[in-house]
């Protein structure tokens, strides 16, 4: 009877010990949690890399293999290290390509003509190998273990191509998606990017000229945009037609109450003062105007004579 009492709790016991100790073995040497070591740390660099493509026809280039050739996004001058976004960081962000190179040129030229799209793409978890530091010399991206799932993010550059120069409309929106906090947390699902001022806002440059791109970034917490638009002429809402009201209703409340509390009585008083000395005030009126009237006509009266 005893025998059978005990022996659940005694099999509990060293299955348990053996449990934590395998946990213990195992934390030791790899991470227990694979999604919570795959997923992007608030501020973590993300390393933006985009398609090779030939300068004669804007091709994209293809390694041995056949696959795409991914290169670093140009060095950016302001931190030396080419272009990197930072997980869920809103800011403005400067990146300047200190010397377009003649193929850089080339290749801008098919951007801004649209012949070939400026295709980029984002890991969207760390990527395992080089999560922390982004080597800008791996040329080709053929380091990202295979299943690495990159987001793609183009970026569609506006401006007009010239004869002998180009004007880039370097200020750029990234609007980021990551997935919802609850289902994947710390990955990137949506990424793209776009010139504004497209008519209007221009950096000319020929070979050997830098390029500063400016960028506005943006993150968002899930895949949905928000509504931005709440009409032309300011923000007029709900709460401030609500505020209006109570304000217009207050507001006559106390004209309501000024007026029959202190303007009527005031009023009502004066009028009986008034009516007390209507007869006399009409009199000394009246005899007022009689001498000035008097006055008057004998003066004329003098006058012409
Ligand atoms: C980016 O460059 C512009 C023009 O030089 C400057 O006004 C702006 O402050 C810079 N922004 C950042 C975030 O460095
Ligand atoms: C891009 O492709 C061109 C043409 O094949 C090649 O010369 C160049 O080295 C490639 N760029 C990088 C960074 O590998």
Redesign the pocket.
């Known amino acids: 009877m005893r025998r059978f009492s005990l022996f659940p709790w005694l099999a509990f016991t060293a299955l348990a010990a053996f449990y934590v100790s395998l946990a213990t073995a195992v934390s030791g040497q790899e991470p227990l949690n694979i999604q919570e070591k795959t997923a992007y740390k608030l501020g973590q660099a993300i390393p933006v890399s985009c398609l090779n493509r030939t300068i004669d026809t804007g091709e994209h280039i293809t390694n041995a293999q056949g696959e795409l050739q991914y290169i670093p996004f140009p060095t950016c001058s302001e931190t030396g290290r080419p272009l990197e976004l930072y997980f869920g960081v809103e ?4 990146c300047t390509i200190d010397f377009i190179t003649d193929p850089l040129f080339h290749l801008l030229e098919f951007y801004v003509h649209n012949d070939a799209p400026l295709t980029c793409r984002i890991p969207s978890r760390p990527l395992p190998s080089s999560s922390s530091t982004f080597s800008p010399s791996a040329a080709v991206d053929a380091s990202a273990p295979a299943g690495t799932a990159y987001i793609p993010l183009i970026i569609a550059l506006g401006g007009i191509l010239q004869s002998s120069h180009i004007h880039v409309a370097n200020n750029l929106n990234v609007l980021l998606h990551a997935a919802p906090l609850a289902l994947a947390p710390g990955t990137i699902e949506a990424a793209t990017a776009y010139s504004v001022h497209t008519l209007t806002q221009h950096t000319r440059i020929v070979i050997g000229d830098s390029l ?1 791109l ?1 960028l506005s970034v943006r993150w968002y917490p899930t895949t949905a945009l928000p509504s931005g638009w709440t009409g032309y002429g300011g923000h007029l809402y709900l709460s401030t037609l609500f505020y209006c009201g109570c304000s217009a209703g207050a507001a006559t409340l106390i004209c309501i109450a000024y007026f029959r509390g202190v303007e009527l009585p005031r009023r009502l008083r004066s009028y009986g003062k008034e009516r007390a000395f209507g007869s006399e005030g009409g009199r000394y009126g009246g005899y007022g105007y009689g001498v000035a009237n008097g006055n008057g006509n004998g003066y004329g009266i003098g006058k012409r004579d």
Request: aromatic fraction near 0%; charged fraction near 50%; hydrophobic fraction near 15%.
């Open positions: 800011k403005d962000v400067n500063p400016r």
